[in-house]
């Protein structure tokens, strides 16, 4: 019987905080999984080793996507417009920061079209599945989140989801609660649906629960056409989740 290929998968965001965890995770797995990433400038390259693999394009410019997915089987995207901390602020003092994003790197242009542009290449190229890290919050649209940097961050994140999930790809969406640079794989997973679980006391993830569910959706059929909160129960409180499979089983939201 003829062994199928193995799948290539490109991951979006590769030089950020999660991105890095996916990319390492893809990377150490070659039997199931062929590793590509995509970073915005050749500084966020050499965070992740400047292999060939890894590919340097910007969200904003459609073009600059295509080499990187041309002839991939799956995405996960994991880029984000980030906030900027205005200068002055003085952490010695107290209070909040504030915060400002660059011109031209608003979430409208990144988390909106950027991710529009992915989806858009994605499909031309044949995409199988794509899996979007999204941000728990986007039922409220007076979320705090939504006002920094006068941003409406999870407006446009929630627009790009709901571009996706009509797109006609199989798609998986990942609504992570505050992410954590813990360690993962020690904790019981939670799902959720409609923010509800921002209303409980387990708000938390580890960055490389994120990164292993994302990766997990692309081995199982109940992941696809889903979208879910993501959190965790604190260390002890319950058994690490180890079957994804039942994870994704357990959603029952298409949105
Ligand atoms: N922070 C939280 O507590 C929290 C909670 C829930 C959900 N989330 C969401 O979870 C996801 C992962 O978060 P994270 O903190 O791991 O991400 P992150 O470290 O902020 O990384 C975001 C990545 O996006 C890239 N990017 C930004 N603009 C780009 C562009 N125009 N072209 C190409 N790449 C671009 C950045 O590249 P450069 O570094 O080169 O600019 C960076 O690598 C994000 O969607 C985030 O909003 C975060």
Known sequence: MAIPPTPTVLVTGAGGRTGQIVYKKLKERPDQFVARGLVRTEESKGKIGRADDVYVGDIRDAGTIVPAIQGTDFLIILTSAVPKVKPGFDPTKGGRPEYYYEEGA??????????????????????????????????????????????????????????????????????????????????????????????????????????????????????????????????????????????????????
């Open 106 to 255: 608003y979430p409208e242009q990144v988390d909106w079209l950027g991710q529009k542009n992915q989806i858009d290449a994605a499909k031309a190229a044949g995409v199988k599945q794509i899996v979007l890290v999204g941000s728990m919050g986007g039922t409220d649209s007076n979320h705090f989140l939504n006002s920094v940097g006068n941003g409406n961050i999870l407006v446009w994140k929630r627009k790009a989801e709901q571009y996706l999930a009509d797109s006609g790809i199989p798609y998986t969406i990942i609504r992570a609660g505050h992410l954590l640079d813990k360690e993962g794989g020690i904790r019981e997973l939670i799902v959720g649906k409609d923010d509800e679980i921002l209303q409980t006391p387990t708000r938390t993830i580890a960055r490389e629960d994120v990164a292993e569910v994302g990766i997990q959706a692309l081995l199982f059929e109940e992941s696809k056409y889903k979208a879910f909160d993501l959190a965790s129960k604190s260390e002890d409180a319950g058994p690490p989740t180890k079957d994804f499979k039942a994870l994704f089983a357990s959603v029952t939201t298409k949105f």
